[in-house]
């Protein structure tokens, strides 16, 4: 397990200071919410603050309050830890990621208030290194389809307290879609692995309903925002045209392509899902 291709690019680029990718990248690392989606073209400032809405979405459908303690689980740059830290008092906030070097990043980016404690944690999404029923909330901006969700979502439902909650975002095909996706190698297609890393956008509601079944979590809530990030996928093109290698680019121009037209054909959603640990 390794951080994802794309992560490589954007770590570089921050370090040669790149401010267009600083602006869009430099705190959130997702499709974000566009509140106009007809406003174009997008700004690099543009794709930050729709970066943002799309997390401030998600801390409301997680319904975040004071003293709580909460995971944040593929924290990429820590975007999500420094919004609930700017927002909240007397956090016990943890970030969790496979790559120990975003967690540097994200280290700086999130100094806690006082009262807020913050912690960052080098682990699997599917290994983690918590005890039993200490967590209040958990969370995963569009990170899920880079873990094996069977596995992560038995830990969540071990280190969650009971009433306690997951909220995620994830790319989730229709039911009757499934077999097409899978047919065109939505996820494995070779430009996708080299472009994404290794993901897996085959699980539909039904899916997810069922395998949260089956360890105590109940999807309480799923809010389909496709539509609010369909500005994204001009705004990465837009972003590909000063690569140098022209392989990868090309590469992350036809995965990003590919999943631009599952979206549009309403193959695929952009969903927001909240699910609650039973209580026993
Ligand atoms: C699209 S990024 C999202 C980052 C962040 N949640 C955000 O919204 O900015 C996906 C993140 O998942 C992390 N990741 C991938 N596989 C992982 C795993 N098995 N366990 C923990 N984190 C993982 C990646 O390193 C990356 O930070």
Redesign the pocket.
Known sequence: ?S??PY?NRLLQQLANDDSRIRAAFGK???WGYFADPGHTPVTADDYGRAAEALCLKMIEMADVSDGQKILD?????G??LSCLNARYSQLELIG????PE?LQQAARLVRPRPGNNVYFMA????ELVLADETIDLALC???IF??DRPRFLAEISRVLRPGGSLTISDFVPDQRATEFIEGIHLSAAEAVRSAYGSIDISWSLQRYQEVANSCNLCLTHGVDISSHTLPTYEFLRECVQSWEDTVEAKDFQRATNLLEWATRRQLVAYQLMRFEKKSP
């Open positions: 397990m951080a994802p992560f959130h690392v997702h689980v593929g924290c990429g740059f975007g999500t969790v990621n496979i790559d975003q682990a699997d999404a599917a901006v569009e990170s880079h873990f």
